[in-house]
């Protein structure tokens, strides 16, 4: 049986949708969801999740009346709002915001960086900027992100390509067996040719892998290796379940499978 049931809505049209369409849409089929889920049970109790771990914000924005140059310096200094922030909560800085902030501007990056309470960063990526995560900042007061520890270990699952910003890209794995989703961030110069032909294909990826109290893997950072599902003698997915040898070493481990003297 399901475990979670998805309902997903998509805006198709021959123009990209509005920011404002999109988020109308979201804050609607919440409430949309809700109110059925009231009528069919007599209360809301059900916690409606974004569909992927990650949640990307992209706003785009074209040369309509705006020069380039201004565009540019419109999102570089988005950027470095949220940096500022981070070095301030650092001491690097003695300035929250730059000067470009006012204060509708420092009240929604206060409200977006807020959130930093229930996430591991806030990953920000201008146009022609490097991308930075941000995992503590000063909004008035510090706050950080959770840091989850990581074990090095391996996942075997179907790998999808989720997008590729600059020096990154962010894929997912569906884990064989229990279809969870595994998030997936690759250095995208190590990486590009080795992934190439491997989307949508189930592979063994290794890595430093971070875990849910429930023991489910939620991401792998730091990968070292990626290759097609195959039939390789086990001792090479050593981490592939933590603690499964006891004792023994993976060569001991599977000679006792054999029944090896």
Known sequence: MLDEYALRLTLEA????SVKDVLDTIR????????IECAVTGENKAAWLWEEPD???????????????????????AQEGFEQAQRHAQGLSA??????FGAKARAAAQRILSRLDRLDAIAVEASNRDRVEIRTARIGRTIKGKAR????ATVEGDLQMISRGGTVIHAGLRETGTNAYVRVTLDAE????????LWDQRVIVEGRVAYAESG???????????APRSGRP?????????????????????AAIRGDE
């Open 55 to 77: 949640a990307s914000v992209d706003l785009v924005a074209s040369v309509n009346g705006v020069s380039a140059e201004a565009l540019d310096r419109i999102v570089a200094t």
């Open 95 to 100: 300035e929250e915001w730059p000067a470009e």
């Open 216 to 226: 489910r893997p939620l991401s792998v950072a730091d990968v070292t290796r990626i």
């Open 149 to 152: 520890p990581r074990t090095f």
């Open 234 to 254: 086990l001792s090479e997915f050593e981490g592939v379940a933590p603690g499964l040898t006891g004792d023994m070493s993976a060569e001991e481990f599977i």
């Open 14 to 17: 021959q123009e990209r949708p």
């Open 190 to 197: 190590r990486w590009h040719d080795d992934v190439a032909g």
């Open 28 to 35: 609607d089929a919440q409430v949309l969801l809700q109110e």
